[in-house]
């Protein structure tokens, strides 16, 4: 499987500053990555879907100009949280999607953010 | 709407035990279906997945699930449970040629030594 990996894995940030999260693919160059957010105890919800050279697609609910994604190589994929507030504090987990059959996804070790 | 999901919020079996985590999907078509293992604040480990073919399907640490399309399930099996396989298992689904996948709300699985 692919190998992924996110930076960092968590911070810590006071409210109203932003915050970025990288997540790299290491072992191939992948087209669309993917964004979830956990909250504790939950299962992950799907943010957006990172285009590689394109706009990313957004769930419905989630706000784009909240969460900015760019996906500006083949191996990186970024998601900034503007303007952070305690809501924001969640388990972000990015995944590659597979050339392999079956749309199988791979997922990063995912970055734990705590706003204060 | 279309969903997978996984009925029992947690289940318990003793080390050395066969053990199961449910998952009955609802979804037109033919999906693919999933199943990922996760530990404290980690992310996602893929374990197996059915896209076509044999039912039974092997994947990593010695599980395997079951494709039943007459009871519309996936369940995932192992025969002999081990404390390390104490995580959080989520069923999920993709439909063919999407990017996506819909996941359960998740099974936490805590095996005693």
């Known amino acids: 499987g692919a190998v992924v990996s996110q930076h960092p894995s968590w911070v810590i940030c006071k409210s109203g500053t932003s915050v970025k999260i990288e997540c790299r693919s290491l072992?191939?160059?992948?087209?669309?990555m993917f964004w979830y957010r956990q909250f504790p105890k939950q299962s992950l919800m799907l943010m957006a879907t990172s285009n590689e050279g394109s706009k990313a697609t957004y769930e419905q609910g989630v706000e784009k100009d909240k969460f900015l994604i760019n996906h500006a190589s083949l191996t990186l994929s970024t998601l900034t949280v503007t303007s952070a507030h305690p809501e924001d504090s969640s388990f972000y987990i990015c995944?590659?999607?597979?050339?392999?059959?079956?749309?199988?996804?791979?997922f990063g070790p995912g970055t734990r953010l705590t706003v204060l | 709407a279309q969903s997978v999901a996984q009925p029992e919020d947690q289940v318990n079996v003793a080390e050395g035990n066969p053990l199961t985590v449910k998952c009955t999907y609802s979804v037109s078509g033919n999906p693919y279906l999933f199943w990922y293992v996760q530990y404290p604040n980690r992310g996602l480990q893929f374990l197996l997945k059915y896209i076509t073919g044999d039912n039974l399907v092997k994947g990593s640490y010695g599980f395997e699930a079951e494709f039943n399309k007459s009871q519309t399930s996936f369940h995932l099996k192992k025969p002999s449970a081990l404390v390390s396989d104490s995580a959080l298992y989520f069923c999920a689904w993709g439909r063919v040629n999407t990017d996506k996948l819909i996941f359960g709300t998740g099974t936490r699985l805590q095996v005693f030594p």
């Open positions: 995944s590659v999607r597979s050339p392999e059959p079956g749309e199988t996804q791979y």
């Open positions: 072992d191939f160059q992948a087209t669309t």
